[in-house]
């Protein structure tokens, strides 16, 4: 079984709705910070890549405490930029496949390790069930392929913020990624489950999802 080699974590921006004044990625949600939960996940990656930009020196300085080998890119312009930008600078000249992973994201151990397992060097697209606020819905064809992505049409799923691609699909563009994803849709989804911690109401329903999952949020 092949396993993706690398993995870019979107980790530039900071919590505005959550009033937290940190990057998200040090958000603790029920005793861990975010990232804690993203590295744990990710051991057996060999190559990981952190988009820095807020409080930079912060994220260095407790992720080298966890793992001493992962590569720090600085995004500077994080206020102005989009996350894809961040995505595009993190995985720039690898040519190859990556997991991507946005920095408020805290997936479920199983599903995910199940997503992982569908690696097979294709774009795959991970769908989530939609509870989140300002959900990006995706709609699926009849052979399991991400066929759209809308803000409008609602449906069972979500964009996670969890993908396995090709680092070339990546442009240097303030838009989302999702947008730039759509570009060369269809592409294989697979379904995983995820906690996304962005405002007050996404960390309560973490927080009593872990109470009632306690084995899927373990370190």
């Avoid at 994803?181 to 379904?191: G, H």
């Avoid at 489950?193 to 109470?211: H, Q």
Wanted: aromatic share 10%; with cysteine.
């Amino acid at each position: 079984m092949s396993i993706p080699q690398h993995a870019v974590i979107a980790a530039a921006g900071f919590g505005s709705r959550l009033h937290k004044g940190m990057p998200k990625c040090l958000v603790d949600v029920n005793g861990h910070k975010i990232i804690e939960y993203q590295l744990a996940l990710l051991r057996n990656i060999p190559d990981i890549r952190i988009v820095i930009g807020y409080h930079a020196d912060e994220v260095v300085q407790f992720v080298s405490k966890i793992r001493s080998d992962v590569k720090y890119i600085r995004n500077d312009d994080f206020a102005t930029t989009s996350t894809l930008q961040s995505y595009y600078m993190g995985c720039h000249k690898l040519h190859d496949f990556f997991i991507l992973l946005d920095g408020d994201i805290i997936p479920q151990k199983s599903s995910f390790e199940n997503f992982l397992d569908k690696f097979a060097h294709q774009d795959i697209i991970g769908m989530a069930p939609a509870t989140t606020q300002d959900a990006v819905f995706i709609h699926v064809n009849d052979r399991q392929q991400v066929v759209e992505f809308t803000r409008d049409k609602i449906s069972p799923y979500e964009w996670s913020n969890i993908a396995l691609l090709h680092s070339d699909h990546f442009i240097n563009e303030n838009i989302y990624v999702y947008q730039c994803v759509e570009k060369f849709l269809p592409v294989c989804a697979e379904k995983i489950e995820r906690l996304e911690i962005d405002t007050a109401a996404d960390m309560e329903y973490a927080l009593n999802t872990m109470r009632q999952l306690p084995e899927e949020y373990t370190l």
